[in-house]
C-alpha cells in the first residue's frame, strides 16, 4: 500500500462513521488518502475527524466557498490509484450507474481511470429493489469491484443484507487488488461447484447438502484476478458476483462429467470443488412411484464416474487438476490418498471436525497438499478470503511452472 493514492469516497449513510477506520487503515499502511464527501455524508461525519486523520482537507464542493477555489475532479481522478466509495447509498449507485453527474464525488467517479471499489449500505428492502439490483450490476459491468454488504441489524432495526462490509475487510480487499499475482491473468480455469441430482422418478431425486458457496468463491476470486473462467455448477441459487464467469448449467453427474470433458481440452486449471454424488440410481422411473403400489421401493445404484480421476488422468503436461476433501476422520491420511488416486496436482482437505467448515457455511478452514510438499494449515476465515488463498496457491504453482 507504501505511496498508493487512494481516493475515499463517503456517503450520506449511518455507516459513514465507520469509514474513519478505514482511512486510519489505509494511512497506516503507508497510502495516501484523500477524502471526498458528498453533502449529506458531512450530516453523518465531520471532516475535521477525516482531515485529521488522512492528513489532508476533505473535499466535498467543486470550490472553497471563501477562496474560490476549484478543486479538479479531473485532477483527482487521475491521482488516484485507487476509488473507494464506502458506503455507498442507493442514491449514490444510482448516480454512479447513469452519469448524474451533481456532486464532487460522483464528478470524480465519472473522471477516474482507477480501479473502483464500491461498498454498499442500505436498508435490506432498499437492498433487493430491482432498480438497486440493476444499479448495482450496472456498476459490476462498468469493471467497478462490488464489496458485497453484510447480513446484519440495519439501522432500521430490521435485520439482512445491507450492512456496509467491515472496514477491515474493505481494506483487505483493496489490500488484496493490489497484492495480486499478475500469473492468473489470461489463464483458462474451469470450476465444479455445487450438489448433482440423481433422479428417482420425476418428482424425487438424491443429492447432499453442498450450496456450492465454496466453488463459487474460487471462480469470483479467480475472475478478479483475470483468469477465463468457466463455472460447471450443480443445482444450487448460489450464483458468481462476477459478470465474466460463464455458468454451465448441470443436475447429474453425467451432465457434470460431459460438460467437464468438452471444456477440459481448453482449459489450463480445473478446480473440482463440487459434491459430486457417488451414485445414481440404475433405473429412475419415468412415471412417480405411487405409494400404494410400493410398500418399501428398492432402489438400485449404479457407480457415477469420478470427475476428478477423469480429468486427473486425462491431463497433458502444463494443465493443473485440484480436487477437494471434506473429511470426518484420519484427513491427512484420506486427503492425500484421494489426490495419488486421481492424479491431482493440489489437493484441498477441510474437515468437519473444525468448526465453521463444509457446508452452507460462510466460513472454511483448509489445509492444501501439494505433492512432495510440507501441507499448508491455514487458519478459520470467511470463504471469500479462502478462495484468495487457493487462488494465490494456483498461481505460485503457475509461476513455479513458468521458471
Ligand atoms: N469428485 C468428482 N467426482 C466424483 C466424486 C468426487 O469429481 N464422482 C471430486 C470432488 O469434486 C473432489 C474430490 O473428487 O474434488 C474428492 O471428493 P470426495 O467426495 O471427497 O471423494 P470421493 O472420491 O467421493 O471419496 P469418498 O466419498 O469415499 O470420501
Known amino acids: 500500500m507504501k505511496g498508493k493514492h487512494i481516493v475515499i469516497g463517503i456517503t450520506g449513510g449511518i455507516a459513514a462513521y465507520k469509514t474513519a477506520t478505514l482511512v486510519r487503515l489505509f494511512v497506516k499502511a503507508g497510502a495516501e488518502v484523500q477524502v471526498i464527501m458528498t453533502p449529506n455524508a458531512r450530516e453523518f461525519i465531520t471532516p475535521v475527524t477525516l482531515s485529521t486523520l488522512s492528513g489532508r482537507p476533505v473535499i466535498s464542493e467543486f470550490f472553497t466557498a471563501n477562496t474560490g477555489e476549484w478543486h479538479s475532479h479531473v485532477d483527482l481522478g487521475l491521482w488516484a490509484d485507487a476509488m473507494i466509495i464506502a458506503p455507498a447509498t442507493a442514491s449514490t449507485i444510482a448516480k454512479m450507474a447513469n452519469g448524474v453527474a451533481d456532486n464532487m464525488l460522483v464528478t470524480s467517479y465519472l473522471s477516474t481511470r482507477a480501479t473502483v471499489f464500491v461498498a454498499p449500505a442500505m436498508d435490506f428492502d432498499m437492498m433487493k429493489h430491482p432498480s438497486t439490483v440493476r444499479n448495482i450490476n450496472m456498476l459490476r459491468s462498468y469493471g467497478n469491484h462490488i464489496i458485497e454488504p453484510a447480513d ?3 439501522a432500521s432495526h430490521l435485520v439482512g443484507k445491507g450492512r456496509m462490509e467491515e472496514p477491515e475487510n474493505i481494506f483487505r480487499t483493496v489490500e488484496a487488488y493490489f497484492n495480486e499475482s499478475k500469473s492468473m491473468r489470461g489463464v483458462k480455469m474451469l470450476v465444479t461447484a455445487g ?11 438424491i443429492s447432499n447438502y453442498s450450496t456450492g458457496k465454496m466453488g ?10 483475470g483468469a477465463e473462467v468457466a463455472l460447471v455448477l ?10 465474466s464467469v460463464k455458468v454451465v448449467n448441470v443436475e447429474s453427474a453425467v451432465e457434470m462429467l460431459e460438460a467437464c470433458n468438452s471444456l477440459f481440452p481448453d482449459t489450463d486449471v480445473a478446480v473440482m470443488t463440487a459434491a459430486v454424488a457417488d451414485y445414481a440410481v440404475k433405473n429412475p422411473a419415468d412415471k412417480k412411484i405411487k405409494r400404494e403400489n410400493n ?7 449404479v ?7 477423469t480429468l486427473g488422468n486425462a491431463k497433458r503436461s502444463g494443465q493443473l487438476v485440484v480436487g477437494f476433501a471434506l473429511e470426518t476422520d484420519h484427513e491427512a491420511e484420506n486427503a492425500m490418498s484421494k489426490m495419488k488416486r486421481k492424479n491431482l496436482d493440489m489437493i484441498v482437505m477441510n474437515s468437519l471436525r473444525d468448526a465453521g467448515a463444509g457446508f ?3 466460513t472454511n478452514k483448509i489445509t492444501i497438499y501439494t505433492p512432495g510438499e510440507t501441507p499448508t494449515v491455514y487458519p478459520l476465515k470467511s470463504k471469500r478470503e479462502v478462495a484468495a488463498d487457493i487462488v494465490a496457491k494456483i498461481a505460485s504453482m503457475i509461476d513455479a511452472r513458468a521458471d
Open 216 to 225: 463459487v468463491a474460487i471462480a469470483d476470486a479467480a475472475a478478479a484476478q
Open 234 to 243: 450443480g443445482p444450487t441459487d448460489v450464483r458468481p458476483q462476477s459478470p
Open 152 to 154: 446484519g441489524e440495519l
Open 295 to 301: 410398500a418399501s421401493p428398492q432402489l438400485e445404484f
Open 195 to 205: 450438489p448433482t441430482r440423481e433422479k428417482i422418478d420425476p418428482v424425487r431425486y
Open 360 to 362: 452452507g457455511t460462510d
Open 303 to 309: 457407480k457415477n464416474p469420478d470427475i476428478a480421476a
